[in-house]
């Protein structure tokens, strides 16, 4: 079946469209997706192949994630939320047993995820993901293991962690984001600098009021991209205010 899914991946490959990813996701020396190799085909191809291999078992997802090749690992990953989304719902009826029949349960998905940090290893294959698996898992749990992330040397583990968070917004629970938009606030990497700045704008849009106490307390000492993602939505005056340090 894997064989299958990538001779399937292969013959979409784009070489053109490839060139311009790995320029767009910085594959270069150096650059933050140093080595990361793309064939070039766009995201909704890659869910439509995804969905014909949805009963991927983990160890050959695991095949997928330990590639090379970008759109290998999202697929795998996309194949990885099919997963979890179905245990959740057999969780919810009762049916999930771990290891029977090839099922695994939300929390076996959880772990293998966080096994595989090191190739959810671009900004797209965390932000597709850890809202999905980390942050939905933890919804009902201690967040413990977000702060362990947000603590980490890894660019993508502190991405993450901060993703992750989006999972609790939509039922107004802001305090872990804000908690690790504290602890990445000092952060030197402009993708965590844009992750907590889109964090913070999403919570302002569902209570600016909560955003700007945040805002008061560290927006002068915060990435100035951090600082612009979050206030975007800001009437125009008020944005410069915050930019021009008025508040």
Known sequence: ???????????????KQAVNLQRFFKTGKGEYGEGDVFLGIKLPVQRQ???????????????????????????????????????????RLGQARSGSSGERTKGDIFNFYLKNTKNVNNWDLVDLTAHKIVGDFLIDKKRNKLYELAESKDLWEKRISIIACFAYLKDEDFKDALRIAEILLNDKHDLIHKAVGWVLREIGKKNQEVLEIFLKKHYKNMPRTMLRYSIERFGENKRQDYLKGRI
């Open 1 to 15: 079946m894997i064989a299958n899914l990538i001779n399937e991946l292969k013959s979409a490959e784009d070489k």
């Open 49 to 91: 192949i995804a969905k014909k291999y949805t009963g991927l078992s983990l160890p050959k997802i695991q095949t997928l994630l330990n590639s090379k090749i970008h759109e290998h690992r999202l697929v795998g990953l996309l194949i990885l939320m099919d997963k979890y989304k179905k245990s959740d719902e057999k969780e």
